[in-house]
């Protein structure tokens, strides 16, 4: 693994855009043979993003229904400094139990390790390693491969703080009025049915106009679009 993970390492170190990064996860991901790896930050001024395999239909419900809230993970990742095994964490709570069903129905594994991060300025991040298997196998799998995985992923979050000065929008940028409404409904808080019911419009092509705003914007997921869109004064709410 040394030679592969330095040159995983040499590569992430040349990555110079956001889309980079979700290159790298799934590269990860193949590498490593398991489910899912994901990367989130959460940068100093507040805005979030991700870059990461899980489903973009599991993304958008995980946002819409608030999980980030309840989710036994992200609790444990803010009050620990170490990886965590999500074996380790509560999920006894009838609300855990219901986001880790409605995760597993959205092909998220059953077993994740995930890393907490701590960067300057309040700047933090979890890097996760997540698989379909027994626990058996996943012991053996974190254990073969718990010192790479740490190495990986605070090489990630240094490549993040690089990007965090440099991802103001070119002045020239602009969204169309469709995509603007769409991005400004997501913005109050609709989910997009509601956001498509409001437009008029089928849900299909409202994710066309999310998918173009987000091209333009340079953002990894709906969540990063709108939050660009708000910092570059594109929608106001």
């Not at 805005?47 to 980030?68: I, P």
């Not at 959205?106 to 996760?128: E, K």
């Not at 169309?176 to 956001?195: D, F, I, M, V």
Request: charged fraction near 20%; charge should be negative; proline fraction near 3%.
């Amino acid at each position: 693994m040394k030679d592969v993970l330095e040159s995983f390492l040499d590569r992430l170190q040349q990555a110079t855009t956001l889309e980079h990064l979700q290159q790298s996860t799934e590269d990860l991901r193949d590498h490593f043979a398991i489910t899912h790896v994901v990367y989130h930050w959460v940068s100093s001024v507040g805005e979030q993003y991700g870059a990461g395999t899980y489903s973009t239909e599991w993304v958008d419900r995980y946002l819409e229904r608030g999980y980030v809230r309840v989710d036994p993970v992200v609790q444990g990742c803010l009050h620990r400094f170490h990886p965590v095994d999500w074996k380790q964490l509560d999920w006894s709570g009838r609300v855990a139990r219901e986001l880790l069903a409605d995760a597993l129905a959205h092909g998220v594994g059953n077993q994740g390790f995930s890393i907490p991060i701590r960067g300057p300025n309040g700047q933090f991040a979890v890097f996760t390693a997540n698989h379909s298997c027994s626990d058996v196998e996943w012991a053996r799998f974190v254990q073969g491969n718990m010192r790479d995985l740490i190495i990986i992923a605070h090489d990630f979050n240094k490549k993040a703080l690089e990007f965090e000065g440099k991802r103001d929008l070119a002045p020239s940028t602009t969204l169309s009025p469709r995509e603007t409404s769409a991005l400004t409904l997501l913005a109050k808080g609709l989910s997009r049915a509601q956001a498509a019911d409001q437009l008029d419009i089928s849900e299909h092509t409202l994710r066309v106009y999310i998918e173009a705003a987000r091209h333009k914007l340079g953002a990894l997921n709906t969540t990063h679009a709108v939050a660009r869109a708000l910092n570059a004064g594109l929608i106001v709410l």
